[in-house]
Nanobody
């Protein structure tokens, strides 16, 4: 069982940067692939970034590639999402999620543990 708690998001302006984090419970954090999803108002939840258990593989959605960076600190059980050059269309609730095995996956149904979500609002 893994419990995930995201840090607070916030209100930023277009072009700003923001880093959100996700603290995970448990002792075997490196055994879990992790991901960030987001859900904008009126839209479905989408995968934006994923990382394998020991960071050997990463995935980015085209919408965030080159602007967002996913990383993890397995010693501290923390997942990060650094967001640069934020745009109003990045406004969403951001969720971290964990898969119960280390290999990266882009399939939403493979992520079985979810955080409560954190709001990120980007003003124009």
């Amino acid at each position: 069982q893994v419990q995930l708690v995201e840090s607070s998001g916030g209100l930023v302006q277009a072009g700003d940067s923001l880093t959100v984090s996700c603290a995970a419970s448990g002792r075997t954090f490196s055994r879990y692939a992790m991901a960030w999803f987001r859900q904008a108002p009126g839209k479905e939840r989408e995968l934006i970034a994923a990382i394998s258990g020991i960071s050997e593989d990463t995935y980015y959605a085209d919408s965030v590639k080159g602007r967002f960076t996913i990383s993890r600190d397995n010693a501290k059980n923390i997942l990060f999402l650094q967001m640069n050059s934020l745009k109003p269309e990045d406004t969403a609730v951001y969720y971290c999620a964990a898969r119960s095995s280390a290999p990266l996956t882009t399939l939403r149904q493979n992520y079985v543990y979810w955080g409560q979500g954190t709001h990120v609002t980007v003003s124009s």
